[in-house]
């Protein structure tokens, strides 16, 4: 803040602090004293925080000794302005006191709360913020300073996940932790760098390789209580999407989503895919056969599905480690067998053709067999 009009000539264009301090030390000034701490109070207050002047925000901030303003359409703008300002040479922010767990906060409100994922983010957030750190005194990530941490704390909190999750587990965390700093990086203004940037990430387990035989879908379906009708409970209603997964192809979550509305055979659409685009789903003969028995839907949710598959699978058979999921795998290794590689990638909704590879899981046995 510069000394304005008003002030002894001398002192104008000169810093207010300078000002002050002379003042308190000599009464210089006189009966204009206590006018002039009036003047230099009201200029300090200005500085307090954005103030809106004919619809703009106008804020002023001073940065180790040095005053700048600008003006913004919003207060927020104004706010990461003055967060972006406060910077010094060594790329951390002044006086910040915001925590990982700040940052894992923030980012499960603006950011998770938006994702299909949502619930996935929070609590492996949580989860994360919670972890100690034996190399760093048993701290625990969520109470490091974002300014403070860096690639050594992320490696830690690698290595003390490996010791109870898989790679793969491990590998999508800190994804998701790579994300949450590239935010308070680019939007934020918390940080100038990354600490996921140079931690090197776990090897992932191999694709799963798991085909379903019809023995195992004869005995899945009798658990179930499955008797080719329409489904009167739960469990038969399990039973009818397992079926109807192993025709389609398509995911727990997008069958239960399923309405009249969305399903004319022999197409059913799915809305908001994982890839967050619409997919029209072509169905089989025997895909529309389970359709029909209910026509309104299967009227399940995902979690009862994977409660009650595993449940029948524990309790009322010798079936070993099947998944819901691997009807994707044993469906697109069949459809493999009957449809262009183009036309299954667009059936499934892989943008990535060399992903279909994770799913198609035929045998070289097989393969050998139409040589």
């Known amino acids: 803040m510069q000394i304005k009009a008003g002030f002894p000539r001398y002192y104008r264009g000169k810093p207010a602090f300078l000002l002050l301090g002379f003042w308190l030390k000599t009464d210089v000034f006189g009966q204009n004293s206590a006018t002039i701490c009036q003047n230099l109070a009201k200029e300090l207050a200005t500085m307090a925080g954005p103030v809106k002047v004919d619809g703009k925000w106008r804020h002023r901030i001073m940065v180790k000794g040095v005053r700048t303003s600008g003006t913004f359409e919003t207060k927020a703008a104004a ?46 957030l949580a989860a ?57 990086r680019k939007e934020w203004k918390w940080i100038k760098a990354s600490p996921t940037t140079d931690v090197s990430r776990p090897k992932s387990a191999p694709p799963r390789f798991r085909r379903i035989t019809q023995d195992e879908i004869d005995h899945i379906t009798v658990a179930l209580g499955w008797q080719n009708k329409p489904p009167v409970t739960k469990q038969q209603r399990v039973a009818a ?25 022999p197409v059913a659409l799915v809305l908001d895919a994982k890839n967050g685009e619409d997919r029209r789903v072509p169905m089989s003969a025997r895909a529309v056969e389970i359709w029909k028995m209910v026509p ?74 139409r040589l």
């Not at 898989?166 to 308070?184: K, M, N, P, Q, Y």
């Not at 989503?257 to 055979?265: C, E, G, N």
């Open 296 to 369: 309104e839907g299967f009227g399940i949710t995902a979690a009862s599905i994977d409660a009650l598959f595993r449940q029948a699978r524990d309790e009322r058979t010798l079936i070993k480690d099947l998944h819901f999921h691997d009807t994707r795998h044993e469906a697109i290794t069949r459809l493999a067998k009957k449809l262009h590689v183009l036309d299954l990638a667009r059936m499934t909704g892989h943008k990535d053709i060399r992903k279909l590879m994770i799913y198609y899981n035929e045998s070289a046995e097989d393969i050998a067999s």
């Open 128 to 184: 994360a913020g919670r972890t100690a750190l034996p190399a760093f005194g048993d701290a625990t990530l969520g109470s490091i300073r974002v300014v403070d941490i860096d690639a050594s704390h992320i490696a830690a909190y690698r290595d003390v996940r490996l010791k109870t999750v898989t790679g793969a587990t491990v590998d999508r965390e800190l994804t998701l932790l790579s994300h949450v700093f590239t935010i308070a």
């Open 241 to 265: 999407a397992f079926l109807f997964a192993i025709e389609t192809g398509m995911r727990a979550g997008e069958i239960v989503k399923l309405t009249k509305s969305l399903v004319t055979p």
């Open 79 to 124: 706010l990461a302005w003055e967060a972006e300002q406060r910077t010094v040479v060594t790329g951390k922010t002044i006086a910040t006191t915001q925590t990982c767990q700040d940052a894992f906060d923030r980012y499960e409100r603006d950011i998770s709360s938006r994702k299909k994922g949502h619930r996935w983010e929070a609590l492996r």
